[in-house]
Antibody, heavy 125, light 110 residues
């Protein structure tokens, strides 16, 4: 059973860079039918898509965050990571990593089929 | 900026049927947006319910169903149970590897 686990600092200072890693266990990140994504959720609010990456390194980002976000993959460690620069209190959120099932049974699917448990990152001095 | 719209809240009686909808601030939702639905209980990660408009994720009971109703995607819960009380999010695929989440619907079962 494939599982996703987020890890990284729970507290980041304003103007610094938030860095999180998602470790994929029980399966390979190098599958051709999945992308790997990041989603966040501020306390008491809804979900926001951050971006995603393919195992070959191709990335897509939410236009509203694109100037501050970088997602990269390390297939040797079966991990993918996100960096968000110049953070403010508005970036305080639970950050989820997720697997995106984009193609199966001869059809495009484009949905988040597996989620990590999430990790809370607080931006505060 | 594309906005995906959902009812902020809804209530249903135990055993009743409720339909939550997912629309676009401009335009109609169709299957080409690959609408998907997620259930999220407090303090928990989202759980995938429906993908590609009407396909149920593994293990999801058949009282959850998805469809296109008019110009919106819809999630119908038939025979609502107490543990269906959660937040429900729809997500639309916008192409070019990007998605937009709706603001979520808080469903109360009472």
């Amino acid at each position: 059973q494939l599982q996703l686990q987020e890890s990284g600092p729970g507290l980041v200072k304003p103007s610094e860079t938030l860095s999180l890693t998602c470790t994929v266990s029980g399966g390979s990140i190098s599958s051709s039918i999945y992308y790997w994504g990041w989603i966040r959720q501020p306390p008491g609010e809804g979900l926001e898509y951050i971006g995603n990456i393919y195992y070959n390194g191709g990335t897509y980002y939410n236009p509203s965050l694109k100037s501050r976000v970088t997602i990269f993959v390390d297939t040797s460690k079966n991990q993918f990571s996100v960096k968000l620069g110049s953070v403010t209190a508005a970036d305080t959120a639970v950050y989820y990593c997720a697997r995106i099932y984009y193609y199966g049974s001869g059809s495009y699917l484009w949905y988040f089929d597996l989620w990590g448990r999430g990790t809370l990152v607080t931006v505060s001095s | 900026q594309t906005v995906v719209t959902q009812e902020p809240s809804f209530s249903v009686s135990p055993g009743g049927t409720v339909t939550l909808t997912c629309g676009l601030s401009s335009g109609s939702v169709s299957s080409s947006y690959y609408p998907s639905w997620y259930q999220q209980a407090p303090g928990q990660p989202p759980r995938t319910l429906i993908y590609s408009t009407n396909a149920r994720s593994s293990g999801v009971p058949d009282r959850f169903s998805g469809s296109i109703l008019g110009n919106k995607a819809a999630l119908t819960i038939t025979g609502a149970q107490a543990d269906d009380e959660s937040n429900y999010y729809c997500v639309l695929y916008m192409g070019s590897g990007t998605w937009v989440f709706g603001g979520g619907t808080r469903l109360t079962v009472l």
